[in-house]
């Protein structure tokens, strides 16, 4: 067995490298398209979703920023500046802005691949608009998904709308300050379920290139095609420095926003191991934006984002006991049974220990789950806002028809 303990000061620092962005809509009301179920404890406005994501944040030690979507948390007369000061007061930033080109309905056959050029105009606005709110909020990083694609064989020109895609991106690419990163994510299918315009990370590379240098590409792990080598896509997109960031959670058929690791740790291990051996190999630490894209339709959403926090600290610690000299040296030797079994030794290592001892020199819980229920933040939430809901007349859960 790995000797974890000698790897204790190479956790430390992984986990002191690791923050996680929480996405505000993890927190409200969300499901599935054939029903939702209410919590008493969802947040209902964006004040809810910077207090819990606050209360996550001091319980883990590593979720400093909130990730929002446009349309969703910010109003028209919402000042940029008094959202940045409210985030402060919680003790948080605003992280990745996800502009939103996926409700509107004249988004019906696509949005910057749309044929027509005055709806292209509007997405390409709206999303200029979302660059402008970025670097109001002092937030680094835009993450653009794109729902566009079409339904049927034959239904639009596949080069044409790679093109128009092409031209809008590029605009867009002029629009960012100095500091702002664009993330473009991709995803095989949903909503459209004959091609989608941004289907994968070569598309995605390729556009990221064909933007600019601030342009790079974003993982979302529930993004993929059933048994399709993740880790291997990590790999080339660091080497060719290209790997922006990750949305974080796990699936099973298909985008089913389940809690990371829930069905495959060792994928996400096997992630984790491919970018400290990279910055092992090359002596460069990349900057990847972590984020986690979660909805939660039965489980409790506080929970279920510390839970996929510690979850996350427990697998890059496990990454970080691999041993990549000793590994390097069994590969030369072909000694493949070797090479395996040193993986999955530091895979199947209990690092909680580690893990747990990083957390008490933080000054937090050594167990953020079983404090978050000790601490009674649910029961205060869910009777305030259940009487909130009454007051407001809001109807919990429901179907979305
Ligand atoms: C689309 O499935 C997606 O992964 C995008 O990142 C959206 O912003 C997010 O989900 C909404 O939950
Ligand atoms: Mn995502």
Not at 136 to 154: H, K
Request: glycine share 6%; with cysteine.
């Amino acid at each position: 067995m790995n000797d974890a303990s000698k790897y204790a000061s190479r956790v430390a620092a992984v986990l002191n490298d690791l923050t996680i962005e929480l996405p505000s809509w993890g927190f409200a009301d969300t499901g599935t398209r054939f029903g939702k179920f209410g919590q008493d404890s969802a947040a209902i406005d964006f004040t809810d979703k910077l207090s819990d994501a606050s209360h996550v944040n001091r319980l883990t030690g590593c979720c400093p920023k909130l990730a929002v979507h446009v349309l969703w948390d910010f109003s028209a007369n919402q000042q940029p500046a008094e959202v940045k000061s409210q985030a402060e007061q919680h003790g948080l930033r605003i992280g990745s802005i996800n502009p939103n080109l996926f409700q509107d309905q004249q988004y019906k056959y696509g949005s910057l691949c749309h044929p027509d050029a005055k709806i292209r105009e509007h997405a390409v606005q709206h999303c200029i608009d979302s660059i402008k709110l970025g670097q109001a909020v002092d937030s680094r990083v835009v993450t653009l998904w794109l729902a566009d694609g079409s339904n049927y064989p034959g239904q639009d020109n596949l080069r044409a709308r790679k093109g128009r895609l092409q031209e809008c991106l590029q605009t867009l690419h002029g629009h960012l300050s100095s500091e702002q990163s664009f993330l473009l994510e991709y995803k095989p299918f949903e909503p459209a379920f004959y091609h989608t315009d941004l289907a994968d990370w070569g598309m995605s590379l390729a556009l990221a290139r064909a933007m600019g240098p601030q342009a790079k590409v974003l993982v979302d792990t529930g993004h993929h095609y059933q048994s399709q080598n993740i880790e291997q896509i990590v790999a080339w997109l660091l080497d060719e420095g290209m790997l922006g960031g990750f949305h974080f959670n796990d699936r099973r058929y298909a985008d089913d926003d389940l809690t990371l690791a829930s069905i495959d740790p060792y994928q996400i291990f096997r992630i984790f191991y491919e970018i400290l051996s990279y910055a092992h190999d090359t002596g460069r630490t990349p900057t990847i934006e972590y984020m986690i894209d979660q909805s939660h339709n039965l489980k409790p959403k506080i929970e279920a984002m510390i839970q996929t926090v510690m979850t996350a600290q427990e697998l890059v610690a496990k990454a970080a006991i691999v041993d990549f000299d000793l590994l390097a040296d069994l590969q030369a030797r072909q000694d493949i049974v070797g090479c395996e079994r040193h993986l999955k030794q530091a895979f199947f290592t209990d690092v909680s220990g580690l893990v747990t001892a990083w957390r008490v020199e933080q000054g937090i819980s050594p167990d953020p789950l079983t404090a978050h229920r000790e601490s009674g933040y649910l029961e205060v939430i869910e009777k305030e806002r259940r009487q909130r809901r009454q007051e407001l007349g809001i109807v919990t859960g429901g179907s979305y028809a």
